[in-house]
């Protein structure tokens, strides 16, 4: 079972609400991730961090933003809620061992915005 | 294009019975190949990783193969269990290390009935 938690698990809120989905782990990785995954679909890379006050933009456009001033710590926040952000929202954190990189992931959280 | 594309989306099979869900992808370059299970509301957990020079990996019940002049992974369940119920995503690397790139499939749906 991998150390890394989010919170809430589940979040339904309104319109333009400023919402933050908390990520942390207690692995020591440097390299965190967030992910977007509808159902059936495959999950998206919006943001990820190779370490402290490293944060990186990922392959799908998204207008959340996210921190990472503790190595364990990587919150991703939505200024302004809107229903086309309503989706499951993964946290995953990776560590390379024997030359391959390992990921692990939080058990995600379930945002509805109405 | 890289992609992945896994088969078949969705498949139900009866408790003990045998199956293969299939993975292709168009990845290069090329580094290793992860099946991933998840569960309804959790994050994906690793089953298998193979690389360049591997054929076939087997973690307990879970085997699985590839063929890489082919680029075609194949996961083989034996002996189905309720539990067996999950998303299974297929995962491939362009790079081992952190600095690499994973492109996700879309996951096969498996329904485990008793």
């Known amino acids: 079972e991998a150390d890394i938690y989010q919170t809430p698990r589940y979040l339904v809120i309104g319109t333009g609400k400023k919402i933050t989905l908390e990520c942390s782990q207690t692995m020591g990785h440097d390299k965190m991730y967030w992910y977007q995954q509808d159902p059936g679909m495959e999950l998206h890379l919006i943001h990820y961090?190779?370490?402290?006050?490293?944060?990186e933009k990922g392959d799908l456009s998204s207008e959340s933003t996210v921190s990472r001033i503790r190595t364990e710590h990587f919150p991703l926040t939505l200024e302004s809620a809107r229903p086309s952000h309503t989706s499951q929202y993964l946290c995953a954190s990776s560590v390379e061992t024997s030359g391959f990189e390992t990921q692990y992931f939080g058990p995600g959280t379930r945002l509805l915005v109405l | 294009k890289n992609q992945v594309e896994q088969s078949p989306q969705s498949l139900i099979i009866l408790e003990g019975k045998n199956c293969t869900l299939q993975c292709n992808y168009t990845v290069s370059p090329f580094s290793n190949l992860r099946w991933y299970k998840q569960d309804t509301g959790r994050g994906p957990v690793s089953l298998t990783i193979?690389?360049?020079?591997?054929n076939t990996k087997s973690n307990g019940r879970y085997t699985a193969t590839l063929d890489a002049d082919t680029k075609q992974s194949s996961l083989h369940i034996t002996a189905s269990q309720l539990s067996d119920s999950a998303s299974y995503i297929c995962?491939?690397?362009?790079?081992?290390?952190?600095?690499?790139?994973?492109?996700f499939g879309r996951g096969t749906q498996l329904t485990v009935w008793p």
């Open positions: 193979m690389t360049f020079s591997e």
């Open positions: 961090s190779y370490g402290v006050n490293s944060t």
């Open positions: 995962v491939v690397s362009d790079r081992g290390s952190t600095l690499g790139r994973l492109y």
